[in-house]
């Protein structure tokens, strides 16, 4: 398990001037606030002790002997590890050249000598925030980074070491469901319990995997013009063993013409997802129905059922992404609740609406409006 650490120690301020009495007074302001104190005389040991220290603010006397502030801040802000590390000049300049080669060479703030005390411990302490800040910032990310890396794999491994397992179980009572003639057997009806059951697990994991790409920013849209017929024919296909369970009778009356300009993966896992829910919520011998047709380069489809219908109450949370909406289907089929909140998220990323009507006792209609064809 990661844990993330965002204690924070005792900062380190390093002193750089060539003038011990200016030293003195800088590290006995300093002291009295409990910071540690690194100090050095000149520009190379500063770069020196840098590097041994890994102070968490410097302030840099800019007139110094071989080495000035400037070339000493240059050289320390060229190496990545410093690019957070704040550097304050104590200068005696203030004309306004200075001033910007002094910002120029990495610098965040500067003091002007003769220095005042409240000034000095004002600016140390808003950098020294500034940076802790960073700080907590960077490790955080990193943290999210690796909680990120985690989830990518663990959704990689659902996608590859289960998925592939599960679709060969499927087939397989999918197979010993047809072969089997005898309905009343009990051995025939437990294959078609786990095969249900096998579905609605598949169905969880393909809406898991759309809904962790699409959340991750890693969803591929790829609009192409498709003929609704073939999508639906497809859907059907995958749908077919719990439409017989149920004795559901499927039912297409798309235009052989229609056409909608979307992505063909997402809107197969939408219909999918919305016939699923009609068969999940139709009692056996029901009927669903898709339509779908053209008007002023709008295609409109509709996923209607016989089924049981939404309550007024409950109409408002189905499409809704902030609500987590489930019940049990008329045979006592579970849900996640995340199929409807894919199907909406999916529509809306090929610049379509998805909306529901339905009535008590009577059924429900899903429309989903989408443009017709490429422009």
């Known amino acids: 398990m990661m844990h993330l650490n965002l204690q924070e120690e005792t900062p380190t301020i390093l002193i750089v001037d060539d003038n011990p009495n200016n ?12 910071y540690k104190i690194v100090i050095a005389t000149n520009g190379e040991q500063a770069i020196d002790l840098v590097e041994q220290t890994r102070p968490d603010l410097i302030l840099l006397d800019v007139m110094m002997p071989k080495m000035d502030g400037f070339e000493a801040c240059s050289i320390i802000k060229s190496k990545e590890e410093n690019a957070n590390t704040p550097i304050i000049f104590i200068t005696a300049l203030n004309d306004t050249e200075s001033l910007v080669k002094g910002f120029k060479a990495g610098g965040v703030d500067y003091i002007t000598k003769p220095f005042n005390k409240d000034e000095l ?4 302490k808003t950098h020294l925030e500034l940076k802790q800040t960073r700080d907590r910032l960077e ?9 990120n890396a985690l989830k990518d794999k663990m959704f ?20 010993l469901s047809k072969m089997a003639n005898k309905k009343d057997d ?3 009806e437990n294959i078609n319990i786990m095969l249900k059951t096998t579905d609605e697990v598949f169905g969880l994991l393909e809406n898991l995997l759309g809904w962790a790409k699409s959340q991750s920013g890693n969803l591929s849209i790829n609009k192409e013009e498709l003929l609704i017929s073939e999508v639906v024919n ?14 559901i009778s499927f039912q297409s009356e798309v235009n052989e013409n229609a056409k909608v300009f979307a992505d ?36 409109v489809i509709t996923v209607a059922d016989s089924g049981i219908g939404i309550s007024e109450e409950d109409l408002p949370k189905i499409l809704n992404p902030n609500t987590h909406h489930t019940t049990y289907g008329t045979n006592r089929e579970a849900g996640s609740g995340l199929g409807l909140t894919l199907c909406k998220d999916f529509v809306e990323k090929n610049d379509g609406t998805i909306w529901v009507e ?12 989408m443009q017709a064809g490429e422009n």
Do not use: C, W
């Open 23 to 34: 030293i003195k007074i800088v590290a006995l302001i300093l002291r009295s606030l409990k």
């Open 358 to 369: 339905s009535e008590q006792g009577k059924g429900s209609t899903f429309f989903i409006e």
């Open 121 to 124: 411990i004002s600016r140390v």
């Open 139 to 147: 490790k955080t990310t990193q943290h999210l980074s690796e909680l």
């Open 234 to 247: 497809s859907v059907y296909l995958l749908n077919k063993g719990n439409l017989e369970l149920k004795e």
């Open 264 to 299: 063909l993966s997402t809107i197969k896992v939408v219909l999918r997802n919305l016939v699923s829910n009609a068969i999940k919520f139709t009692p056996e011998n029901g009927t669903i129905t898709i339509s779908a047709n053209e008007n002023d380069r709008k295609t």
């Open 186 to 188: 009990p051995i025939v």
């Open 156 to 175: 990689s491994v659902i996608g590859h070491d289960l998925r592939s397992p599960l679709s060969s179980v499927k087939m397989t009572l999918e197979f």
